[in-house]
């Protein structure tokens, strides 16, 4: 596993339906080490944060091997890093090969996954297409988030260490799938809410589909 891309952006004003909105969607690579903080990355910054950001959502990954998939699903030219909104380009980290609560030593920081990504209006924008936004969360592809636990400089190329498994052992995929495509499932949902990694919002989730299923 290797970082190939660290990528930054400030908020930036776009026009949606008319009106003007504040999005952080717009990342380009930059060089060099740069300093990893709890809540984001030196030179990056969030728009809304009650959507993005926050220490579960510190660092947006996506990996390379995806880019390929989209070029040909969407009959489009090679995309630059950083194209999908994400903080890390990586190489190797697959959803059905990182599991919710995997620590990973990148540079100097030590990280911890907590939620798959749920695709927004802004990735739709920045695709030029709001249909891509339903076809991104069909697609499984979602990429992930990771909390800071240690502070750190990072830099493009360093290599990817994974140095603990989270418990118990649910893939980014399967998470993402058991709360959008398999709803029903409570069995799934008990798993998940077990595991301590996976972000609040994503536990609300899971808690939901528990409640109901238990009611008379």
């Not at 400030?10 to 339906?17: A, D, F, G, L």
């Not at 030029?128 to 400089?153: A, D, P, T």
């Amino acid at each position: 596993m290797k970082l190939l891309s660290i990528n930054v952006a400030q908020p930036r004003e776009i026009i949606y339906n008319g009106k003007p909105v504040m999005t952080g969607i717009y990342k380009e690579p930059i060089e060099g080490r740069v300093m990893l903080r709890h809540l984001n990355l030196d030179g990056d910054r969030q728009a809304d944060l009650k959507a993005h950001g926050g220490k579960y959502k510190a660092v947006y990954v996506y990996t390379y091997e995806h880019y390929a998939f989209w070029e040909q699903e969407l009959g489009r030219d090679a995309f630059e890093f950083g194209h999908f909104g994400e903080n890390f380009t990586v190489e190797g980290m697959i959803e059905d090969v990182v599991h919710i609560g995997d620590q990973f030593r990148i540079g100097e920081a030590l990280l911890e996954v907590t939620q798959p990504r749920v695709p927004c209006f802004k990735l739709g924008h920045k695709m030029g297409s709001q249909k891509f936004v339903k076809q991104f969360l069909h697609s499984l592809r979602s990429g992930f988030y990771l909390r800071v636990l240690e502070e750190g400089e990072v830099g493009a190329r360093d290599s990817i260490e994974r140095v603990a498994i989270g418990s118990p052992k649910m893939t980014v995929r399967e998470v993402n799938y058991a709360l959008y495509f398999d709803s029903h499932n409570v069995e799934q949902a008990e798993l998940a809410l077990k595991i301590k990694a996976l972000s609040p919002g994503w536990k609300r989730s899971f808690r939901k589909i528990v409640t109901a299923a238990a009611q008379p």
